[in-house]
């Protein structure tokens, strides 16, 4: 199902359209992977980029730009403009590829770019800035959906909603750079001819990623375990309850935390990466402002990229679901009472695991053809973190500069790490927390201990 959002005083909606293949694409029906089938990868990544502009720009010639780019991106891509059906034999998801569409939309919103330098003020106040929410993939809706916002500053917003199913942030925003190189091409019609096209090798081939016969069980996987619930950890995350918070880790900031971890432990400062230390002071400042039971068990589920893990690799251009859940594992205690560089260690270790029998494991453990249930990630005592800062989102450039900002269309309970304009080696956490846990939490965020 596909529902619009109400227009509400901050967004009105000028257009909603279907954006169709620009040439003749197949039709035919697409096998989805394991992967990109299973229960847990069925919402819709939504990405919110700032653009500042100046009043004078030519919104009719920019709105024009964008849909053929879109519609032109869609042939190599066709498969975005088609529809998600289960399949008969409940083995999987496929996609029916009848050139469909994609949904645009432009509206205009009271809302400045300095409205995005900061947290929004509950989860859902950007959500009309991508009025087609996508609620049920598999019955029928658009997997893209594209809105382009006029701000009351003259400046801009893109929000892009991609089917998880189809793809993964690295497919995604593969996508998106082919896209903005269309638009930006077509810019000035008087030489859009003699300018070279992109010339995209998106790879389907969603067969590498299907389970394997007698993959046999060798690594602990506990993304997939039930803890027992100590907390009342469920309600304690209703969306009316959570607060977004963003904070930014600056060069300097990151530099501090890695050299206390190095200073605390036996791991040299080469030996971990921005997202090691980051991630696990995120995740302990998490844990302090919630004031969990001592035996309650947390864990810290990241998706890592498994293109080069698999034996063969995957090919360039795949642009699938390559991903799988690494577990970091603890309880509130051993978290909460040992220092930063425990809970960077558990991350790193959780990294090291990931291998190609792993990802067989995996591939097995979620297919929904599997002769057992189809595993999901348990939510008890979770806190899930997507990295979007390395997936090259600040460079999305179609015809108006590179973005300001790059955030969540929805901040909630799941943090996001997103880049930093200019500042390629700071970062941004955008995540929300129980209201009662903010100012804890901001507290935490902030101490170096």
């Known amino acids: 199902m596909i ?66 780019a879109l519609a032109r991106a869609l042939v190599p891509y066709y498969p975005l403009a088609g529809r998600v059906r289960a399949r008969v034999d409940g083995s999987c998801l496929e996609v029916v590829c009848r050139g469909q569409g994609a949904v645009f939309v432009e509206s205009s919103g009271e809302y400045s770019v300095a409205d995005f330098e900061k947290a929004p ?50 497919g995604s925003v593969e996508f998106l750079k082919y896209f903005s190189q269309l638009a930006v091409a ?77 200073s605390t432990s036996q791991l040299s400062i080469s030996s971990f990466t921005t997202f090691d230390v980051v991630s696990a002071h995120i995740w302990r400042s998490w844990a302090r402002a919630l004031n969990f039971p001592p035996q309650q068990t947390l864990k810290l589920l ?34 909460t009472e040992n220092g930063l560089s425990y809970a960077t260690e558990l991350i790193i270790e959780a990294k090291n695991q990931v291998d190609d029998n792993f990802v067989r494991e995996v591939v097995d453990s979620v297919s929904l053809s599997s002769t057992r249930a189809s595993q999901v990630p348990d939510s008890v005592g979770v806190l899930i973190l997507s990295q979007w800062s390395k997936l090259g989102l600040e460079n999305v450039d179609f015809g108006l500069g590179r973005p300001v900002q790059v955030c969540p269309v929805c901040t909630d309970k799941y943090c996001i790490l997103v880049p930093v304009q200019d500042h390629s080696r700071s970062i941004k956490s955008m995540l929300a927390v129980p209201t009662e846990a903010v100012g804890r939490y ?3 965020i902030k101490a170096l201990e």
């Not at 009025?131 to 916002?149: C, S």
């Open 302 to 335: 990241f998706s890592i990229n498994i293109r080069n893990r698999v034996k063969p690799s995957l090919p360039n251009g795949y642009y699938g679901n390559a991903i799988v859940l690494g577990c970091a594992l603890t309880t509130a205690r051993q978290l």
């Open 3 to 68: 529902n619009m959002v109400n227009s509400s005083s901050n967004v009105q909606v000028k257009e909603a359209v279907f954006i169709t293949p620009s040439d003749p694409t197949p039709s035919h029906v697409l096998k989805l992977s394991a992967i990109d089938s299973q229960l847990f990868l069925r919402f819709t990544i939504e990405y919110l980029l700032i653009y500042r502009l100046g009043r004078a720009s030519d919104k009719r010639a920019i709105v024009a730009r964008v849909k053929d």
């Open 186 to 262: 077509c810019q000035y019609d008087a030489t859009a001819e003699l300018k070279p096209k992109p010339k995209p090798k998106p790879v389907w081939d969603r067969y590498l990623l299907d389970p394997t016969p007698c993959t046999l069980q060798t690594s602990h996987h506990p993304e997939f375990t039930r803890v027992t619930d100590f907390s009342n950890f469920s309600t304690r995350f209703n969306p009316d309850q959570l607060t977004p918070t963003a904070t930014t880790f600056h060069e300097w900031r990151v530099n501090e935390l890695k050299t206390l971890v190095a």
């Open 121 to 170: 003020r509950y989860v859902s106040e950007w959500r009309n800035l991508l009025a087609f929410e996508v609620t049920e993939v598999v019955k029928g809706a658009p997997l893209l959906v594209m809105q382009l916002t006029w701000l009351s500053d003259g400046s801009a917003a893109l929000s892009v909603g991609f089917s998880h199913c189809i793809c993964d942030g690295i």
């Open 442 to 444: 901001e507290q935490q």
